[in-house]
């Protein structure tokens, strides 16, 4: 069965059947048929070529498409309409085709309609942030208005996780339709993997979201406890082991003086910081380059070192990067995953890791040269750590205790 020539037969029952789904009226239609027109010629382009990026220019352009109206309310999202467009294109093949090439046509296209649905969420997402992240700026300006920000703050946590439940109701739908035919194809471990990738991304997402709110009302909670900074590492290189193969990027995490110490800190939150650091630094350092994680005793501290030989931070956004919701270069060109090289993400990683740090009394801040994607100046992050011996619980108790022996001297003394 040739792909195309069955796409094409597909082509004008499909748009008949996705025209009367919608219920567009008449001054709309004109509209509909030619965004269709334009999706179903760049869909048979994607199908020949086995690339789904063929459809970027046009879920980009329906992304940005959204208006200020369209972004204040909940229930107005790109997925649903995607939905219906891909639930008619199957079904309109279930009823052309028979069975065997129904399955072959849905199995050929089930990769880039994935895609599809992934690259529209991923954009409408990006859209709204850029929205409220505008709407948080005019309102910080005026101290006054701080409910206000709160407000928007969470909206913006709501629109992030609506958009995964989104892909996951849609591919639910998707796999019952296809699992009462066929109970055991191969496309269904594609549909089941969908479901896995949004209910992954919608855990990542609360969990940020969360550490964010927690940072940002100084409530962000640590339990110290003893911490070797040389076991958090190692763990690093397991963690990032699959990612480092594909991608073919060396991680060099060298054994510097302070690494073995033992030191009182949250051995979660820190390796939180350190995984989030790392993670940045091989988004954007392309395949076949090299990350060293380095580090050197100072005065109360112990500085970690992460360097790569990527693209490098321009010097006006050496600050902003740890700004919540900060995007450098153009979003729309952004991978969907966030340790593919310059993958996209709403912005939180390296703000958290900040947070984490300056809540143990530490700091982190970036050198480069610049940014540039030809000379890969690179980059390295400095992650200053408190040298801690003891808990600093247990350090306020004995402040307390000497506090009430000098106090029952002076009183003896009197």
């Known amino acids: 069965m040739q792909d195309n020539e069955s796409l094409k037969k597909l082509h004008d029952p499909w748009i008949d059947r996705v025209i009367n789904k919608l219920g ?148 639910s739908s998707m796999l019952k339709d296809l699992v009462e035919p066929f109970p055991k194809r191969e496309e269904i471990s594609i549909l089941l993997g969908g479901i896995k990738k949004g209910i992954d991304r919608l855990g990542e997402m609360i969990k940020d979201m969360i550490d964010v709110s927690l940072i940002d009302n100084n409530m962000l909670s640590l339990k110290f406890q003893p911490t070797w900074l040389n076991q958090l590492l190692t763990g690093l290189e397991f963690e990032f082991k699959n990612i480092l193969v594909e ?98 993400g709403p912005g939180l990683g390296l703000p958290i890791a900040k947070g984490i740090l300056e809540a143990h009394g530490g700091s982190i801040w970036v050198e480069s040269e610049g940014y540039n994607e030809e000379t890969l100046p690179g980059s390295t992050f400095h992650l200053l750590i408190p040298l801690r011996e003891q808990p600093p619980d247990e350090q306020v108790a004995k402040l307390f205790s000497a506090s009430q022996t000098n106090k029952n001297d002076i009183n003896s003394q009197s």
Do not use: C
């Open 24 to 171: 567009r009226s008449e001054s709309g239609r004109d509209y509909l048929v030619e965004e269709l027109e334009r999706f179903f010629e760049l869909l048979v382009q994607a199908v020949e070529s086995d690339d789904p990026g063929w459809l970027n220019p046009i879920l980009i352009d329906w992304a940005a498409s959204r208006t200020e109206t369209d972004l204040k309310k909940d229930e107005i999202t790109l997925s649903p309409v995607l939905f219906i467009i891909i639930d008619e294109l199957i079904e309109t093949a279930k009823h052309l085709f028979s069975t065997d090439d129904t399955v072959e046509l849905v199995s050929k296209l089930m990769p880039i309609l994935y895609y599809s649905y992934e690259q529209i969420a991923k954009h409408e997402s990006l859209v709204r942030i850029s929205y409220y992240s505008a709407k948080l700026e005019q309102v910080t300006a005026d101290l006054s208005l701080l409910d206000r920000t709160k407000s928007d703050f969470i909206s913006v946590a709501a629109h992030e996780l609506k958009t995964p439940l989104t892909l996951i109701e849609g591919y």
């Open 247 to 344: 991608r073919n990027i060396k991680l060099d995490i060298k054994s510097f003086s302070g690494s073995k110490e033992m030191m009182f800190a949250d051995t979660e939150r820190i390796q939180q910081a350190l995984v989030n650091v790392l993670s940045n630094a091989i988004k954007y350092t392309p395949n076949g380059g090299k990350i060293i994680v380095d580090g050197r005793i100072l005065p109360g501290f112990v500085e970690v070192l992460v360097k790569d030989n990527g693209i490098g931070i321009a010097e006006e956004d050496q600050i902003r990067i740890f700004e919540k919701f900060s995007a450098l270069g153009e979003v729309s060109l952004h991978s969907s995953s966030k340790l593919n090289y310059k993958g996209g």
